[in-house]
C-alpha cells in the first residue's frame, strides 16, 4: 500500500514568519493531496488539497505544492499567526481502486507552534 | 448541519471490558472510517466502509470489530479491551469516490482509556 512520509515532526516558528511541511508518497497511482489541520481536543479538518493535475494551489496564506515526479508535496504557510498552531496531518490518496476508493494514507503529523 | 457525531466523548474501561463506540453522519457519504490517534504515530486506519453492508480492513484491525447496517450509522466494537486500545479514536466520513471526491470529515472524537 502507499507509505507517506511527513517532516518536521514538530516546527516551532515566530509569528510572522512562514511555516514548511513537506511530505513524501511511495505510489505514483496516488492522485489527490489533501491537508489537515487538528486543534487541541478536535478532529482533524481539511485546510487545503491539491489533484495531480496540479502543480501549486493558494488560498491567502496557505499554499500547496506538488512535484509527480519526485513524488513530495509541501505545505506552505506564510505570515503564520498563533492560532496557526495546531498538529498538521498530510494524505494520500489513490482514485480508483475498488474497495480502496477513497481511502486516505496520513504521514504522522507536524506540531507547529507559533510563538507571539 | 451536524456532520459527524460520536459518542462518547470519553470512556473509561477495565481490561476484558467490551463496548461500542458511535458514530453517525448526516450527509449522506457512502464512505465511513474509523481511525485511531497514538502520540507520533499520526492517525491509523482500523476499518471502513464504502456503503451499508460493506466492510474491510485497515491497517490495525485487530480486536474491534464493525457493521454497516445503514448509510448514517458506523458502530466500532471493542470486544475485549486491552491496555493496548487506549487511544483516541476518529469517525470519519466522505462522498462517494467517484471523481475523486476523497475529502474526509472527522467527528471530535473518543478518548478511550483501558485500565
Known amino acids: 500500500g502507499e507509505n507517506v512520509e511527513q517532516h518536521p515532526s514538530t516546527l516551532s516558528v515566530q509569528e510572522g514568519d512562514s511555516a514548511v511541511i513537506k511530505c513524501t508518497y511511495s505510489d505514483s497511482a496516488s492522485n489527490y493531496f489533501p491537508w489537515y489541520k487538528q486543534e487541541l481536543g478536535k478532529g482533524p479538518q481539511l485546510i487545503i488539497d491539491i489533484r495531480s493535475n496540479v502543480g501549486e494551489k493558494k488560498d491567502q496564506r496557505i499554499a500547496v505544492t506538488l512535484n509527480k515526479t519526485a513524488k513530495h508535496f509541501s505545505l506552505h504557510i506564510t505570515e503564520t499567526q498563533p492560532e496557526d498552531s495546531a498538529v498538521y496531518f498530510c494524505a494520500a490518496s489513490i482514485r480508483g481502486r475498488g474497495s480502496t476508493l477513497g481511502r486516505l494514507y496520513f504521514g504522522r503529523g507536524t506540531q507547529l507552534t507559533v510563538w507571539p | 448541519n451536524a456532520g459527524v457525531t460520536q459518542t462518547p466523548k470519553f470512556q473509561v474501561l477495565k481490561t476484558g471490558q467490551s463496548m461500542t463506540l458511535q458514530c453517525a453522519q448526516d450527509m449522506n457519504h457512502e464512505y465511513m472510517s474509523w481511525y485511531r490517534q497514538d502520540p507520533g504515530m499520526g492517525l491509523r486506519l482500523i476499518h471502513y466502509?464504502?456503503?451499508?453492508?460493506?466492510?474491510d480492513q485497515g491497517e490495525v484491525p485487530n480486536g474491534y470489530n464493525v457493521s454497516r447496517s445503514t448509510t448514517e450509522d458506523f458502530p466500532l466494537r471493542l470486544l475485549s479491551a486491552a491496555p493496548s486500545q487506549t487511544s483516541v479514536y476518529f469517525c470519519?466520513?466522505?462522498?462517494?469516490?467517484?471523481?475523486?471526491?476523497?475529502?474526509?470529515?472527522f467527528g471530535a472524537g473518543t478518548r478511550l482509556s483501558v485500565l
Open positions: 466502509s464504502v456503503g451499508a453492508g460493506i466492510t
Open positions: 470519519a466520513s466522505s462522498p462517494s469516490g467517484g471523481g475523486g471526491k476523497n475529502i474526509q470529515y
